[in-house]
């Protein structure tokens, strides 16, 4: 028989390192337990909690005025629900009773149906519940319906006033719109973002812990600023409708217009066609975001004949070409090169002067003024290039609208690239160069306000105080002297020429522009070498109307019109951008309450009402 293994003393050894390590068990749990408590209670508070951002209340624009409002914030309501222990009839009850006020089917419905199956204490239902419906289920809940649901108020961003054209709403491209995310995009919304937005509460949310014990505010946020605008809502409605009815008149692609202030830079009314409702824009963003461009500031395109006033005060300055110049028309110029020079209806007018070569809008007569600014190419090409730079061709002109664009000036730099004498003729009537409208208006407007320098705004104050001002010591572009003599051409321009005279006349006030009519070039065409299109143009006309001197500046182009009548010198359209001057002109003057004069220019066919300053 075997002897035995057992031993009184290894039992007690084994005993003793068992209690040992029970013990150490027992202080290691209790380490945890009592020491570390609070520790891994924010720990696992942190990995439940959700942080939410609340966005703040976003400012208000307005116009002008500062009592119609343009864009503004509203609520609709998110509902959310506290499901922990909540009986199973209970949340059958409501989730019928939810179904019915929200009207929801097929996804819609399964998606509420299966949120309701959840056991948090916030569980977000459905959002952007409309006011009347929000009311609804408030009515419910004071009847002692939906216990386990609650609405909260969530902002939403929305554009009151229609537009000008079907399924547009107001000022859509200078104010923009706001995202889903609250970000504004585009015009306004996105330039003033910051300011309008103000800052979001931010608060943390534990799921398991009910009421107020459960919400943390990590900030408090601040509201948004309002910015009262210097747009005039019942000019801006009017302007639409001129351009939504020349676009459709004229079968045009496009068609823009803006007014502005030519002393302070103030926009009055800034339009364009298509446009679009920025209370729609998710279903715009899916069909045609391109319309979320806003041609003033970022169509780019060459302007023609307009461009023969840069010419003209580059001629005046250099004192090269005085408007009392005779010049000789020829119809048709041929340059050393072989290149040649026609004005539109190739036909000679002899012998005019300066003036009445920028009237008739002849390009052979600025060809040889351009030609006068030096004497080389070189000199003036650099002469007329210098013109350009200081009206702030081919740069931004800083107005307060995101997303301009600074131009392409298609004729290099002659200081780096020289021109030829074609580059030099084309870009005296102003082919071969790109612009934006918005650009061509400040030049304008520089013209015909003493010669100062300026900047577009549409912003003019929020809360604070200012949010765009000019400069307090504004730069002296030209001379007060040139100014007047290039505001008075421009009455030249508009009286001379009969049809000019008929399209821009406004009883009682005198008024001044240049048209522009050009050609467009597709690089598309020829196999992708490139050519101009056929009897297709971009037509424009910039100008200003008064009581006796420039009180509005004014623009207007039509892209790419066909034209209805075509002949040697004649592209004519159902609505000129003459006509559509005068008509916003006429809309402007009466509704900005601007006074007649009673001594103002006579009718087409009376004595002409000439300055040339």
């Known amino acids: 028989m075997l002897g035995r293994t057992d031993s009184r003393v290894r039992i007690l050894l084994l005993f003793l390192v068992l209690t040992l390590l029970s013990g150490g068990m027992v202080m290691r749990l209790a380490y945890w337990q009592v020491n570390q408590r609070e520790r891994l209670a924010t720990m696992a508070g942190g990995t439940a909690t959700t942080r939410e951002s609340l966005p703040a209340k976003r400012g208000t624009i307005y116009d002008r005025t500062g009592t119609i409002v343009l864009a503004e914030t509203i609520y609709r309501y998110r509902l959310v629900a506290d499901l922990h222990g909540v009986a199973q009839d209970q949340r059958q009850r409501d989730t019928a009773a939810l179904v019915d006020y929200l009207g929801l089917t097929g996804d819609d419905e399964a998606a509420l149906r299966k949120a309701m199956t ?19 289920i ?3 809940q004071a009847a ?86 210097t747009i005039d809502a019942g000019l801006q409605l009017q302007v639409e409708q001129e351009v939504f009815s020349t676009w459709i008149a004229d079968k045009a692609k496009t068609v823009a217009a803006i007014v502005m202030d030519p002393k302070s830079g103030a926009i009055l009314a ?70 040649e020079i026609a004005d539109a209806n190739r036909k000679s007018m002899g012998w005019l002067t300066f003036a009445d070569i920028v009237a008739w809008s002849r390009n052979v007569g600025a060809s040889q003024v351009a030609f006068r600014l030096g004497k080389t190419v070189d000199s003036a090409s650099a002469t007329l290039y210098k013109t350009w730079q200081s009206y702030g061709i081919g740069q931004k002109t800083g107005v307060d609208l995101a997303g301009e664009v600074s131009g392409i000036n298609w004729v290099r730099d002659p200081a780096s690239e020289p021109w030829s004498q074609i580059d030099l003729a084309n ?50 572009v030209i001379s007060s002297g040139l100014s007047d003599s290039l505001t008075g051409l421009m009455t030249h321009v508009v009286t001379a020429v ?46 200003w109307v008064g009581h006796s001197s420039p009180d509005l500046a004014i623009g207007a182009v039509i892209y790419q019109g066909k034209p209805t009548k075509v002949s040697q010198g004649v592209l004519a359209m159902p609505v000129q951008s003459t006509e559509l001057f005068r008509r916003i002109a006429n809309d402007a003057v009466t509704g900005l309450q601007i006074p007649p004069n009673k001594n103002g220019p006579v009718p087409p066919g009376g004595q002409k009402a000439k300055s040339l300053g």
């Open 118 to 136: 959840g056991d948090g204490y916030y569980v977000i239902l459905a959002k952007d519940i409309d006011p009347d419906v929000a009311g609804e």
């Open 138 to 140: 408030a009515q419910g």
């Open 144 to 229: 002692g319906a939906l216990p386990t649901v609650t609405l909260e108020p969530t902002p939403v961003r929305v554009y009151p006033q229609a537009g000008g054209a079907p399924r547009t709403s107001l000022a859509a491209h200078v104010l923009g719109f706001v995202n889903a995310a609250g970000r504004g995009q585009y015009g306004l919304e996105q330039q003033y973002d910051a300011l309008l937005a103000g800052r979001p509460e931010v608060v943390e949310v534990d799921p398991y812990r009910p009421g107020p014990a459960g919400t943390t505010v990590v900030d408090p946020g601040a509201p948004g600023e309002d910015i009262r605008t």
């Open 270 to 339: 800034e339009a364009s066609y298509p446009s679009y409702d920025a209370n729609a824009y998710k279903q715009v963003a899916d069909q045609n975001p391109g319309l979320f461009m806003d041609p003033i500031i970022t169509q780019i395109y060459e302007p023609g004949s307009v461009f023969k006033m840069l010419t003209a005060s580059a001629a005046l300055q250099t004192k090269t070409t005085a408007l009392t110049t005779k010049i000789n028309d020829f119809g048709v110029m041929k340059l050393p090169g072989g290149q």
């Open 427 to 476: 870009a005296s009537f102003g082919q071969g160069v790109a612009v934006t409208p918005i650009q061509l208006m400040r030049a304008y407007s520089v013209m015909a306000n003493g010669g100062t320098e300026l900047t577009p705004h549409v912003a003019e104050t929020n809360a604070v105080g200012a949010v765009s001002s000019p400069s307090a010591a504004p730069r002296q």
């Open 498 to 543: 009969p049809s000019y005279a008929q399209s821009t006349y406004i009883p009682g006030y005198f008024v001044g522009g240049k048209t522009g009519t050009a050609q467009i070039w597709d690089p598309t065409l020829n196999n992708g070498k490139g050519d101009w299109m056929s009897d297709i143009y971009d037509y424009s006309f910039y100008g």
